[in-house]
């Protein structure tokens, strides 16, 4: 049974992600509920269930909120025609974008003024690539593999490049490396966050020492499945799940040693319980593994600032 427990260290919530909780948190704390909010606030089913308990209105379209109400936008980020039909609506808008999802935004709406077409790597329908893509729809195409590139109409614009904030770190150098190849003059901005970077080089150095790996994180974050695919990536077992109700006992069997860590999006919390358990099953030992310390702290929207208004 296991005996070592590793800990990837830096896991869990970034500073993006403290954010917009601080954010959303704030504002309940200020105002009555319900407060609205444009897609999940975090990629995160327990943060976005605690937020629906204090009397959080998940939403995907402006539609679906009154006139006049406050609204959150989420971490991930929202297009310009999103901005318009909240305006139109006359809401009381709080924007909890990640700071360096919004550095993105910027990138790319200027990229597109300045009559280039933009190639943005990521998931299509994923809720940052939306809100990326709306900065310029017309001249922005969504690519998510080598195979994607090499299907691309040339249309003889200069190129350039961004990416989301949470791919694979081995994945997106691939694809880059085809977008060259078709545009050796493309300009690229490779725009992965440090976040995402530092957990993916942590899991990757636990996983190089485990017998089996869990990731903490739900299923549609990105970070988290891109943390279980590259631990997977270097032959060992590796499972992503939302918490300790989800892992089947039997993974332990004939193992010694656990990596364990959890995307930007998961609090401590969550792996808590893990941890207690395998201490419980046999493990009399607990390392962090430490592969960079992060400092980063974003400040908060100006709004909060604002005296509270209520209509």
Known sequence: MPHTLLLAEPRGFCAGVVRAIDVLDRVLDREAAPIYAFHEIVHNRYVVDSFRQRGTIFVDTIDQVPDGARIVFSAHGVSPAVVEQARAKQLRVIDATCPLVTKVHLETRKAAKDGFDVL???????????????EAPERTRVVDSVSDVERLDDTGRPVFVVTQTTLSVDDTAATI??????HPQAQIRNDICYATTNRQAAVRAIAQRADLVIVVGSSNSSNSVRLREVAAGTGTPAYRVDGIEEIDPAWYEGVGVVGLTAGASVPDELLDPIIDDLRARGVTRVEPVVVATETIEFRMPDELELPVITP
């Open 120 to 134: 943005l790597v990521g998931h299509e329908g994923h809720d940052e690539v939306e809100g990326t893509k709306g």
């Open 177 to 182: 490396d085809a977008i060259r190849a078709r």
